[in-house]
C-alpha cells in the first residue's frame, strides 16, 4: 500500500494500492492488460464453466483493485468495456441502458481527470455561520503539477514543431518554461519534504504523458510516427474484428482495449511498459499478424 508523505488532512484519505509495482498508476495499466487477457479466456471456443466462474471471480478482484489503486489510468478501462457494449448486438432494453450508463460514466471520469490535472482543489474546507447561515468553501487554486508539465510540452512544441526538442532533454527544458516556486506550489501540500521537491526539479521529471511526451520530444515527425503506427494497429484490428469465430471476437477486444491503453497515454506514459507490448502482440498474433 501507498501512503501519502503529505500533511494528516491528505495522509488520511490517500490510501492507494500498488502490489509489487512502484506505483499505483504502474499497477492500474498492469490490470488493464490483465483484464483483457481474461476476456480472451471468456471468448475461447474451449471454454469450461469452471473457467467462466475463475475468470469472473479474478475479473471482480481486478476490479476492486483498480478502484484502490485511485489512478486515472481505470479509465481506459472504463472507455474499453463502453466501447464493447456499443459495439456489441444489443438484443435487448437492458443491454441499451447499460451502454447509455456505461457512457455516461466514461464522460464524468474524463472530465473529472481533467479538472483534477488542471487544478489542485486540496485542501479543501467547507465552513458554515450557524448565526448568520451563510457557508464559505475554500479549496487551493493553483495548478495542478501536471498541467505545469502538459503545458510546459506544448510550448516546446510550438517552439521546435517539425523535429521537437530531442529525446533525453525534456527535464533540463521544463526549467525555462515553468519557474521553481510554480512547481513548489503545486506540490506544496503533496509532499511535506522540501527536498524532495528540490531534487525533483532539479532532475526534472518526465511528461507524464505519452501523447504530450511525444508532442514536445519529437515533434509532427515522432508525434506523426507514433499516431500512424497505433492508428494502423486499431484499424487492423477493427477490420479483424468481422471475422467469425473466435478470432474476430480477440480482435474486437484488441481493438477496445488498445483505445482504452490510447486514453490512457494522455496521462500515463504507456510505451515505457511492457505489458502493453505483451498485450499488443498478443493482439497482432491472434489475427495472425493481418493489417488489414
Not at 57 to 63: D, I, K, S, T
Not at 257 to 269: I, K, Q, R, S
Request: aromatic content about 16%; glycine content about 10%.
Amino acid at each position: 500500500m501507498q501512503t501519502s508523505t503529505a500533511p494528516g488532512w491528505q495522509a488520511n484519505i490517500a490510501l492507494r494500492t500498488m502490489g509489487p509495482f512502484a506505483h499505483p498508476t504502474t499497477l492500474a495499466v498492469f490490470i488493464n492488460s490483465a483484464v483483457f487477457f481474461a476476456c480472451v479466456l471468456v471468448v475461447m471456443p474451449q471454454r469450461r464453466r469452471r473457467t467462466l466462474v475463475l475468470v469472473g471471480l479474478a475479473l471482480g478482484v481486478m476490479g476492486v483493485t483498480l478502484f484502490l489503486t485511485a489512478s486515472r489510468a481505470a479509465g481506459g478501462v472504463l472507455l474499453a468495456f463502453f466501447l464493447l457494449s456499443l459495439l456489441s448486438a444489443h438484443r435487448g432494453p437492458w443491454q441499451v441502458a447499460s451502454t447509455i450508463v456505461l457512457g455516461e460514466i466514461v464522460v464524468g471520469f474524463t472530465l473529472l481527470c481533467a479538472v483534477t490535472l488542471a487544478w489542485n482543489f486540496f485542501p479543501f474546507s467547507y465552513e458554515r455561520n450557524a448565526e448568520t447561515g451563510f457557508a464559505s468553501v475554500r479549496f487551493y487554486a493553483v495548478p495542478e503539477e501536471r498541467a505545469l508539465i502538459h503545458g510546459a510540452a506544448v510550448r516546446m512544441f510550438l517552439e521546435r514543431p517539425l523535429t521537437g526538442i530531442g529525446p533525453g532533454l525534456f527535464g533540463e527544458n521544463l526549467k525555462r518554461f515553468v519557474a521553481f516556486p510554480q512547481f513548489e506550489a503545486a506540490a506544496r501540500f503533496f509532499n511535506d519534504d522540501p527536498r524532495q521537491v528540490v531534487d525533483r526539479y532539479r532532475t526534472g521529471p518526465d511528461p507524464h504523458s505519452s501523447w504530450f511526451g511525444w508532442l514536445a520530444r519529437a515533434g509532427l515527425v515522432g508525434f506523426g510516427a507514433m499516431a500512424w503506427f497505433f492508428a494502423s494497429r486499431a484499424i487492423g484490428f477493427f477490420r479483424a474484428a468481422r471475422a467469425p469465430g473466435s478470432r474476430g471476437r480477440i480482435a474486437l477486444l484488441a481493438f477496445v482495449f488498445l483505445t482504452g491503453f490510447l486514453y490512457d497515454g494522455f496521462a500515463v506514459e504507456i510505451v515505457h511498459l511492457r505489458f502493453f507490448w505483451v498485450f499488443l502482440a498478443f493482439g497482432t498474433a491472434a489475427i495472425d499478424g493481418e493489417f488489414a
